[in-house]
């Protein structure tokens, strides 16, 4: 087994790709710390990784308040005693409206998810990870990051400051032993953030939403989506020493949709 004996918390672990990330890292050993708003899908999720023979726990936090990230990170500690692994991947779309339409406290909610939650629980988690000398961060981005998507522009904003976040985390930690990585999806098109999308702009475009996906998914190479377990066999090589040697990378996991 790849992650024996680490703990990994993983946000945004109720469903969708987090989820899955959960699943395979328990099936891998890990003790999994799950966390999200929806109490029932964690309490769902938690009990199929037991019920399989895993080590799993949850507690509910909304990750645009920082009083719930410094909970969280004290749960985690309760339970487990430490933190092996975070996975920064919690977070909603937001609007899908041009800048000029945008909310701004819709725009500070889906920073304040995606950026600033992942900024302040590799905050929180780093100085256990330095004083052991070893330790693994990974950030959810997204293709967003690097790809021109008109009407997401806080959304495209978190993700590529995600992506520099990796790059400065990764310069101050890769001599501590800590590894920190990111990763962009492409469309994961089995997940409610993704196919609340899809309808909305299917609805904005007038096509039908298998019209508005058959266009999209014509885009990339592979001529189709990706699923929630191939983004998490990523994050599995990623968050394992398999990976040992890679550092402030961003791996697109997209079916060939963008090539830096
Ligand atoms: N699906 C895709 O095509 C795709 C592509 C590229 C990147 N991604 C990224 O992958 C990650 C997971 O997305 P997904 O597709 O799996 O979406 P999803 O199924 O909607 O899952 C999102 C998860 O984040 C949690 N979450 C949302 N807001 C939160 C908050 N304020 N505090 C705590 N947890 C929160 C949700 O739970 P609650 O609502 O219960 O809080 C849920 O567990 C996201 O970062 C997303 O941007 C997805």
Redesign the pocket.
Known sequence: MLLENKVALI??????????IAQLFAKEGASVFL????EA??AATVKEITAAGGKAAFV??????AG?AEKLVTAVRGKFGRVDILV??????GPVVPVEDYPLEEFD?VI???LR?AFLLSKLVLPEMYARKSGVILH?????AKNAYGWGSA?AAA?AGILGLTRVMAAEASRQGVRVNA????????????K??GNTLAKKLGVSPEEQLKGFLSSLLQGR??T?LE?AQAALFLCSDLSSAVVGQSLNVDGGAVFF
Do not use: F, W
């Not at 966390?35 to 929806?38: E, G």
């Not at 959810?140 to 967003?144: D, E």
């Open positions: 946000t945004g672990s109720g469903r969708g790709i987090g989820r899955a966390t999200a708003r929806t899908e964690l509910t936090a909304d990750l645009t308040r719930d920064n991947n919690a977070g909603h779309y909610k304040a998810v995606h939650a959810i981005s997204s293709i967003s959304y993700k990763i962009c999806p492409g469309p994961v098109t089995e997940t409610v953030m993704s609340e999308l989506g990706q929630a983004i």
